[in-house]
């Protein structure tokens, strides 16, 4: 596996990290690419691959693409516009990584395939450091033949990884996770908002959620970021509302109501819409206190 040379589109907090951490395990990582040249330029220098400008350059010069793009309209582009990952996409596998509607992932296994190439679903419900250090956790999704044949890569890229189906199915438990995460992380910044309010010490009240009922992951990872309005980016509100929109989506479609879900995406929305879409999720809470705005 380690002789394949490996394409990187879509260089953000995490793709950049993901390529830097295949580097470091000993893969080739011959070609990268994003749509900030000077990004895909830099990365390229530190790990002594090539940036191109087209997306038919990275497909032409590499074995395994790996894209981390933002959403349904980007993955669209770097598949089906003019210039396109599947021209001359022969024998090439895919591994898409960004949390999509699972329709995108089912199309794009069709068109693939025609063009004799193969895809997989690798979410992550994972952050930052987990992709430099291949520490992700991944939900692939696809065909379980695929999926065999690249797993000694994705193994290097993650501390524990589950097969739940064929194409669209990982992203669809990849929006349950998030959906259930955000609906913590808006119900954590309304509690501690609450507490606050109340005069609560919230380092007490912390340590007594920790205790109950009321622990989560998300009481962990975000509590002290919202108590110290320290939002910098590890999942963005912008990701959250797009997440959390996915799965409600997928609930209208099944017909099971959502107001849990839908009042936390309305929340994100009010911080995209408030031009806070790049901070941390963990910046729902400036919504929540008093004074903040």
Not at 78 to 101: K, M, P
Not at 193 to 200: F, N, P
Not at 248 to 276: H, I
Request: charge should be negative; hydrophobic fraction near 45%.
């Amino acid at each position: 596996m380690k002789e394949k040379r490996i394409g990187v589109v879509g260089l953000g907090r995490m793709g950049g990290n993901m390529a830097r951490c295949l580097k470091d395990k000993g893969y080739k990582v011959s070609s990268v690419f994003d749509i900030r040249a000077e990004v895909a330029t830099d990365l390229a220098s530190e790990l002594g691959a090539t940036a191109y400008s087209s997306l038919a350059e990275i497909t032409a010069n590499s074995d395994i693409v790996l894209t981390i793009v933002t959403n349904d309209e980007a993955m669209d582009a770097i598949f089906f516009g003019e210039d396109s990952l599947l021209q001359g996409a022969e024998g090439r596998v895919f591994i898409n990584c960004a949390t999509l509607s699972p329709e995108v992932h089912r199309k794009l296994e069709t068109a693939a395939a025609a063009a004799g190439a193969q895809t997989l679903e690798a979410c992550m419900a994972s952050s930052i450091p987990q992709a430099r250090n291949g520490e992700l956790y991944l939900m692939i999704g696809g065909q379980e033949s695929v999926f065999e044949a690249v797993k000694p890569l994705l193994d290097d890229l993650s501390k524990a990884l589950r097969y739940v189906g064929g194409a669209g199915k990982a992203s669809e438990v990849k929006a349950l996770v998030n959906m259930v995460m955000n609906i913590n992380t808006a119900a954590l910044a309304e509690g501690l908002g609450l507490g606050e309010a109340l005069g609560l010490d919230l380092e007490m009240l912390c340590e007594v959620f920790s205790q109950t009922g009321a622990n989560s992951r998300v009481l962990e990872t975000d509590a002290a970021d919202m108590i110290e309005r320290d939002h910098d980016c590890y999942f963005s509100a912008a990701h959250a509302a797009k997440d959390s929109g996915i799965a409600n989506a997928l609930g209208a479609e099944a017909g099971v109501a959502m107001p849990l879900s839908e009042a936390t995406e309305a929340q994100y929305r009010k911080l995209v819409a408030a031009g806070k879409g790049e901070l941390d999720k963990s910046a729902v809470a400036e919504l929540t206190f008093r004074g903040r705005s």
